[in-house]
């Protein structure tokens, strides 16, 4: 099992399986995000099948959490946990003095994933996701 930066190929096999990750983000939202020029994406893969992927936005001083995203059949296995430790990983290297997320209010066990890697959270953003559910913000400092 390996965690790596993704390829445009990666990007292809995400593009066609999106829905069996999240309903909330869409084709474009993850081509956008891919081509951004302050954001890094990686793939989660073992025995050449993508298990999840995960990406991360930088500004000057801090990380974001853009997504991390495991294909539903292979939940409760890690793979979060995997790709949360990564993304830290990453931030530290960057010399980045945080890493910050937003996870919608009603995602109980991300919640529970972020409390257990010292995440805090600092603030609610309202009907973040799909204008209905509330979005915590939550921060990890370094």
């Not at 939940?75 to 990564?86: A, D, I, S, V």
């Not at 990453?90 to 910050?100: D, F």
């Not at 609610?124 to 509330?134: F, H, L």
Request: aromatic share 14%.
């Amino acid at each position: 099992m390996n965690i790596v930066e993704m390829k445009k190929e990666h990007l292809d096999v995400l593009i066609a399986e999106l829905k069996e990750y999240d309903e909330f983000w869409n084709e474009k939202i993850l081509i956008d995000e891919f081509q951004n020029e302050n954001s890094e994406y990686f793939v989660l893969i073992d025995d050449g099948k993508i298990l999840g992927f995960a990406g991360l936005w930088f500004n000057i001083d801090e990380a974001h959490i853009m997504n991390i995203a495991v294909k539903k059949e292979y939940r409760k296995n890690g793979f979060g946990t995997k790709l949360l430790e990564f993304l830290i990983v990453k931030a530290k290297e960057k010399n980045k003095i945080c890493i910050t997320l937003e996870v919608s209010d009603n995602n109980f066990s991300a919640i529970l994933l972020y409390e257990k890697f010292n995440f805090e959270k600092i603030g609610t953003r309202k009907k973040y996701y799909n204008a209905e559910n509330d979005a915590l913000i939550m921060t990890k400092t370094f």
